[in-house]
Structure formats: C-alpha cells, structure tokens
C-alpha cells in the first residue's frame, strides 16, 4: 500500500531544492523566480520528444512438446 511521505523527509527535499535553486539563480545572477521562469521556459522550449518505436509483433510458435506453465511459474509473481 503506498503511503505519501512523513512531513519532514517533504520538507528536507524541499530546502534542499529551494538552497540548489538559489544557488544556480545567484550563479546566474537571477532572482530566484527569474531562475525558475527560465527554467520552465527551457523545459517549454526543450526538444520534442523521441519518436516512439514501431509496435512490436507477436506470433505464437508450436511446438512438438507439451507443457503446462502457469503465470506464476513463468513470472514468479504468485498471481498478481
């Protein structure tokens, strides 16, 4: 069951972004919101995304033997 992180470990990643952000902004001689607005706008103006590839086809082959696999043996993930 996925349970949203405890309050501190959210805070903790947020001053550590926010310190990041002010450095990269003071390297750049930007206010912090100048630096974020560039950024977004680099992301805005960013490459278009990778075509995606052509769909894979699928046959089946038969063959001479028989068996009798279940998902769980072929996955191992006892049928979730």
Do not use: F, N
């Not at 069951?1 to 390297?27: C, F, N, Q, S």
């Not at 950024?39 to 086809?57: H, K, M, N, T, V």
């Amino acid at each position: 069951m996925w349970r949203p992180p405890a309050a501190e470990v959210t805070t903790d990643e947020t001053e550590g972004l926010v310190r990041i952000l002010r450095e990269r902004a003071k390297r750049h001689g930007r206010s912090l919101e100048q630096e974020l607005r560039a950024i977004l706008e680099a992301a805005e103006e960013g490459p278009e995304p990778a075509p995606l590839p052509p769909p894979i086809r699928l046959t089946t082959a038969r063959t001479a033997g028989s068996s009798s696999w279940s998902r769980e043996d072929i996955y191992c993930d006892e049928g979730r």
